[in-house]
């Protein structure tokens, strides 16, 4: 009687690693300008041709790029390209992402006075200064023409943000702290990828769960000094970070 051997069951789509190299290469092509913003993509075949590779790794692809925001489906008539992201060039402390995609977009920015206080614990280690000096708790969104795509809690030594009050403003948050008397002379800022819980997914309208880009910043005076700390959310379909860095020759 012969032995029956089991016969493995084909990749699901998106367990096959083929989609992710697809997902990324179809990325590639949006960061580089292949498609401009509201663009239909090509269709499943065409795709599948290019990449040398079958119809459900297209579709896993597509619809990795679906979950990230990059792309949407249009019934009957394909997948389009919702937008490009900035590529935000990290040589120099600047929040005007509009100049940065393909066609200069316009960033408007609105400042909330939440609270002044004494500076929490983690705040007064930041900032260097005791939990008994008060700090201005602000509340940060920046849009791009008119969408939101960053929201953050800023952290201001009074006796440096007085001039900080609600307002509105368009163009850079830092220019515009510089406008309200804050000395900017450099930025200490880390970046690492997080899921959107549901206070953070609702205001930059995201579903819950999805990918943003969390930032902590601790912001310095010219002489070193620090005046102001941070915690931001960005989406990281509107944005991407882009650095250039040397390779340093020798023992580190």
């Known amino acids: 009687m012969p032995i029956a051997t089991a016969v ?5 789509p998106l367990t096959d690693p083929r989609v992710v190299l697809v997902r990324d290469l179809l990325r590639e092509d949006i960061r580089r300008g292949r498609f401009d913003a509201g663009s239909v993509l090509p269709g499943e075949h065409e795709l599948m041709l290019e990449y ?27 997948t389009y390209l919702v937008d490009r992201q900035a590529m935000h060039p990290l040589d120099t402390l600047s929040a005007d992402i509009g100049r940065h995609y393909r066609r200069e977009r316009t960033v408007t920015g609105r400042i909330s006075v939440v609270d002044v206080m004494p500076a929490p614990g983690p705040i007064a280690a930041g900032l260097q200064i005791s939990t ?18 960053h929201i953050a809690s800023s952290y201001v030594r009074e006796s440096d943000a ?15 702290m510089e406008n309200s008397g ?8 880390t970046f690492e990828a ?4 549901g206070p953070t997914a609702l205001r930059l309208g995201l579903p819950a769960g999805r990918a943003v880009m ?3 910043r601790i912001s310095l005076d010219g002489s070193g000094r620090p005046v102001e700390m941070g915690f931001g959310r960005l989406r990281s379909d509107k ?3 882009v650095s250039r860095m040397p390779r340093k020759r020798g023992r580190q």
């Open 239 to 241: 944005l991407a970070l």
């Open 182 to 189: 804050v000395d900017l002379g450099s930025a200490e800022i």
């Open 8 to 12: 493995p069951a084909p990749p699901q």
């Open 214 to 216: 969390l930032f902590r």
């Open 162 to 176: 007085r001039g900080m009050q609600g307002a509105t403003f368009t163009g850079d948050y830092y220019q515009h």
């Open 194 to 197: 997080v899921n959107a819980d």
């Open 52 to 78: 040398s590779t079958t119809r459900s790794v297209v579709r896993g692809a597509l619809q990795m790029l679906r979950t990230e925001g990059l792309v949407e489906r249009r019934q009957g008539t394909g």
């Open 132 to 149: 008994t000096e008060l700090v201005r708790h602000l509340d940060v969104e920046m849009h791009v023409d008119g969408a939101i795509y």
